[in-house]
Every structure is written in C-alpha cells, then in structure tokens.
C-alpha cells in the first residue's frame, strides 16, 4: 500500500527554536514528495517538493526537507521559527501511476512567543 | 505561472438547493483536475479525479449524482452538489495538473454552508 503518515498532529516551539516536522511514506516505487502549508480558512501553498533531484530540498520561507531513502521519511525542518510559520502543515506523495495525492493527516505547528 | 482560483470562495445556501463551484487554471491548461474535501482540522480527501472531456473518476464512498463534476475545458472544472444538506457542509479544494506533470497546483478553497 502507497501512503504516508505524519506523526504528530500538534506540534509546538519556541520562537527562535527549531522546527522539525515529521513525514514518512511508505510506497513501492519512487515516490513524489511534497509539503504544503494551509493557513486557517485558506488553500494549500507549496513549501517545496522532491521529485528525485537533489535530497535536500530548499523551500520557500526557510524551510527544507530532506528525502533518506533508507528511512523513508521526507522530514521538514527550519531552523528559526517565526511567528507567521503558525499554520497547518501536510505532507503528501504521488507516484508515477496516475497523479493521485496521498496526503498526510497534517500537523499543527503553534509557535509560542 | 500556475495559478488556479475557485469561485465563489465562500457560499451559503439553504438545504435542499443546489451548488455550482468553479476551479480554473488562470495561466495553464489542466489535464487533469482534482476535487478534494476538508472537514475543520483534518486533512483533504479527494473526492474525485477528472480529465478533460471524460467522466470523473469517484473515490469510494463519494455519491456520483450528489456530487457531479464536470470538465468540459482544459480550464475549467465544476462541482455541482445537488440537494444539499447540512452535513455536505465542509471546505472543498480543487487542484490542476498539467499533462506528464506530477505537481498539482491547488485552487485557494470553497468553504460551503448548508443551512
């Protein structure tokens, strides 16, 4: 089965602190990977996307993610919150089959000033 | 490049009424369109897949003659929920693709009220 789960529904830091959020997938064949960012009442915004280039992806707002194959994990991380980075975030994955998303359940990122 | 807008982005309608939402790509033409649903706090499901000049492809679960899609242009999509009641309440999100492309391109949502 093609999927992939995000632990951690609700996450929260300090700003100025670390942000690690988490994404796993788990798929047969190479996947797509993507992070988006949803503000309350809005559409998704795309943070920055895998599509087997280069491992360490750099997104847009100083975020990035990096794909380990071994892990199958596709984690997103910034170094320094901000207090605009509160927001809803998900991860998703798409195959070559067709152009079906499989998103995450999502995580919640709170940032406490 | 690459923006696709719905309308209308809120809408508020009576039970029983019908409901026509439209997602566009404003730059680019979309293979393929996406119909996704959004319950408060959880993720999107998509409802429904559909390509340009055939029928939409329903996900299990999701009533084809309550939720009636249409894509007649390349940039141009409709969701039309018919008799609708108000636990069809939720935030509705399209997204496009181009064709070989594997990025979907997400319109900025449809928050729907049934009353």
Redesign the interface.
Known sequence: AQSVTQLGSHVSVSEGALVLLRCNYSSSVPP?L?W?VQYP??????LL?Y?SAATLVKGINGFEAEFKKSETSFHLTKPSAHMSDAAEY?CAV?F?T????Y????T?LTVIP | GAVVSQHPSWVICKSGTSVKIECRSLDFQATTMFWYRQFPKQSLMLMATSNEGSKATYEQGVEKDKFLINHASLTLSTLTVTSAHPEDSSFYICSASRQGAQEQYFGPGTRLTVT
């Open positions: 797509y993507f988006y009442n809005q559409g998704l915004q795309l996307k599509t998900f798409c070559n067709g152009n079906q998303f998103f995450g359940t999502g919640s």
